[in-house]
């Protein structure tokens, strides 16, 4: 079997690959190997709540989270799972500059709502 090239993620402030980024490239991706594609080629995180996902009350493995303060969309990241009470996800993290797995408490305030990405055959 052929080995597969692997690309690895890594924020930079001067570099193309953010959060949103990070999100978008990994389900561009997916889609592509299931035929699928997305309604846009790049959007913020605030226009993927309201114009790009569905929302949904219980995320899957593979939803995504928005964040932010008050009532503004910030940051995306994909959701993996619940632990305890605290909510796990996959995000690209300015504060180390890095890809990482990280929790937030289910009832932190910076959890705005939950999404299924839409996507076109």
Same mark, same amino acid.
């Given at each position: ?21 990070? /999100?978008?490239?990994?389900? $561009? ?11 846009? +080629?790049? @959007?913020? &995180? ?29 940051? /995306?990241?994909?959701?993996? $799972? ?11 993290? +300015?504060? @180390?500059? &890095? ?23």
């Amino acid at each position: 079997m052929p080995a597969q090239e692997v690309q690895s993620y890594r924020h930079e402030p001067k570099a193309n690959t953010d959060y949103s980024g990070l /999100v978008i490239n990994i389900y $561009q991706e997916v889609g592509e190997r299931y035929g699928l594609k997305l309604p846009f +080629s790049d @959007t913020t &995180s605030t226009e993927l709540f309201a114009f790009y996902t569905k929302p949904v009350q219980t995320p899957l493995c593979g939803d995504i989270i928005f964040m932010g303060e008050e009532q503004d969309i910030t940051h /995306v990241a994909i959701f993996h $799972q619940f632990f305890d009470a605290e909510i796990e996800f996959l995000d690209a993290y +300015s504060g @180390t500059g &890095s890809v990482e797995i990280r929790r937030y408490p289910a009832s932190s305030p910076k959890i705005k709502g939950f999404g299924r990405m839409l996507v076109q055959p």
